[in-house]
């Protein structure tokens, strides 16, 4: 009688971790995966090829990697320039939007509104630093 009781608590045991396997590896491939393809394709932009991967892909001489080098060199002012023209458009666009919902909302929804974009400009400044931060440290460890 003792040992029919000792198996069913072992069996009921093992049917229980297995199901509770079982229901982990379901969860992470129709919950956890499906919301870190959403982050994957919004977070990693097409980037142009690096030296290094066109002198790993490519099979480049160390010639033509200096003059891509220089290449690359030249073209950081233009860049550059681009970026600064980019965020000055930008900036112009976010002032006149910010502008025109200041037109609508009463001096309390403005104050409230000019916190949230406080708060807003303060989360954004925290993820940057998180993002060089990371940035930083992969960068480290791959070389």
């Known amino acids: 009688m003792k040992n029919q009781y000792k198996f069913w608590i072992v069996f009921s045991l093992v049917i229980v971790f297995a199901t ?3 229901g982990g590896i379901l969860f992470e491939r129709h919950v956890i995966d ?11 932009p097409v980037r142009f090829p ?3 991967m066109m ?14 080098r220089g290449i690359f060199k030249n073209n950081e002012e233009r860049f550059k320039n681009l970026r600064s023209h ?7 666009i976010r ?3 910010k502008n025109e919902i200041r037109d609508v909302l009463t ?3 403005n ?3 000019e916190a949230m974009i406080k708060k807003y400009i303060s989360q954004r400044k925290k993820d940057v630093e998180k993002r060089n931060k990371h940035s930083k440290k992969y960068r480290k460890d791959k070389g």
């Open 34 to 44: 499906k919301r870190g393809d959403k982050k994957i394709k919004r977070k990693s």
């Open 86 to 92: 980019i965020n000055e458009s930008l900036s112009s």
């Open 55 to 68: 002198a790993k892909e490519l099979n480049l001489t160390l010639e033509q990697q200096e003059q891509i």
């Open 50 to 52: 690096s030296l290094e």
């Open 107 to 109: 001096p309390e929804q």
């Open 111 to 113: 104050l409230k509104f």
């Open 95 to 97: 002032s006149q939007l």
């Open 20 to 22: 509770g396997i079982t």
